[in-house]
C-alpha cells in the first residue's frame, strides 16, 4: 500500500500573530496558516467543500504547486505573500467573474498604501503593476457556491522574478508579508462588502482610474480569437470594451491584454 503523502505543518506562531493583530473589522477571520503548501488554492477548496464559511484564509509561507490564470505556473519562494480566501456570496453566478477586479483593486490599494515610489496600476482583468511591472496576480476560482480567491504578491523577491515582474520591497515597502497581508483583509473586506451590498458601480468608479491600457491600441486574446483596437473603458459589469478600426465595439469578459501602443 503507498505511503500517505504527510499533512502539510500548520505555522501556528504565524497564526497566531495575525489573530493578534486582526482589526476589529475582521475580527471573524478564520486563519489557517502553513509553512509550505502545494497551492493555497487546493487547500482553501478543501476548506471550502467541508463548510468553510467566508472569512476563512489560507496562507502559504511558500507553495510547491502555485499556479496563475491561464494555466501558468506561479512561482512560489520564501517572501511572497501566498493567500486565498473563501467567499461565498449571495450576488449571482454571471456576477462572479467581477470579483477578479473586486480583488485587483483591493490588492492595488494595498499596494499603494504601502510603497513609497511607484505609479500604480491595474492590467485589466487584474494585474497589479508598478511602474508598469508585475507586483501581484489574481485568481478566481468557483466550485459549488464558494468562491476562492487567490493573491500572490512579490512583497521582498527581487532575485528571480522575470523582467516584466516586480516587488513592494523594491519600491520602499517594508518587506513584511504580514504587514502586506493585514492591509489586504482590510481592503478586500472593504470592497468585497461594497460589491456584495451595492454590486459592481462602486467598484468600477474606482478601477477605471487605476486602470492600464485605456485610450491605447492592445491586443486581446481570449481563446481562440485575437483582436487588436483601441481600449476604450470598462463597462457597467466589468467588461474590457475595444472599438476596432472598423469602429465596431466589442465587449470581452475574459482575455489577455497587451498594449501596442
Ligand atoms: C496570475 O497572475 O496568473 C494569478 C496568480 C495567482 C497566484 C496566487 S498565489 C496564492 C494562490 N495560490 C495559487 O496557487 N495561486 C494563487
Redesign the pocket.
Known amino acids: 500500500m503507498p505511503a500517505l503523502a504527510p499533512s502539510p505543518e500548520r505555522d501556528h506562531a504565524r497564526e497566531n500573530r495575525l489573530r493578534a493583530a486582526l482589526s476589529a473589522s475582521n475580527a471573524n477571520a478564520n486563519i489557517l496558516a502553513f509553512h509550505a503548501l502545494v ?4 487547500e482553501a477548496h478543501s476548506q471550502a467543500e467541508q463548510g468553510a464559511p467566508t472569512g476563512t484564509v489560507v496562507l ?1 509561507g511558500r ?1 510547491t ?6 494555466g ?1 505556473v ?1 512561482s ?1 519562494p520564501e517572501g ?1 505573500l ?3 480566501f473563501v467567499l461565498r456570496t449571495g450576488r449571482a453566478a454571471s456576477e462572479i467573474p467581477q470579483l477578479a477586479l473586486v480583488a485587483g483593486l483591493a490588492a492595488a490599494e494595498t499596494v499603494r498604501y504601502l510603497i513609497h515610489q511607484g505609479a500604480i496600476s491595474v492590467k485589466w482583468p ?2 497589479v503593476l508598478i511602474d508598469d511591472k ?1 507586483a ?4 478566481i476560482e468557483a466550485r459549488g457556491n464558494a468562491v476562492i480567491i ?3 504578491i512579490n512583497v521582498k523577491r527581487s532575485n528571480g522574478l522575470p523582467d516584466t515582474a516586480t516587488s513592494l520591497e523594491s519600491h520602499g515597502a517594508e518587506a513584511d508579508t504580514d504587514a502586506v497581508f493585514l492591509r489586504l483583509i482590510d481592503d478586500l473586506s472593504q470592497w468585497a462588502g461594497e460589491w456584495e451590498r451595492q454590486g459592481f458601480a462602486p467598484v468600477r468608479s474606482a478601477l477605471r482610474l487605476l486602470l492600464n491600457g485605456i485610450g491605447h491600441m492592445v491586443r486581446l486574446s481570449a481563446g481562440s480569437e485575437t483582436i487588436e483596437g483601441q481600449a476604450m473603458d470598462l463597462d457597467e459589469s466589468g467588461r474590457l470594451v475595444i472599438r476596432q478600426d472598423s469602429g465596431l465595439l466589442r465587449a470581452f469578459s475574459i482575455g489577455e491584454v497587451s498594449i501596442l501602443r
Open positions: 497551492s493555497t488554492m487546493d502559504a507553495q504547486g502555485g499556479r496563475g490564470r491561464l501558468r506561479w512560489s511572497g501566498y493567500v486565498s487584474n494585474d508585475k501581484a496576480g489574481i485568481l487567490g493573491m500572490g
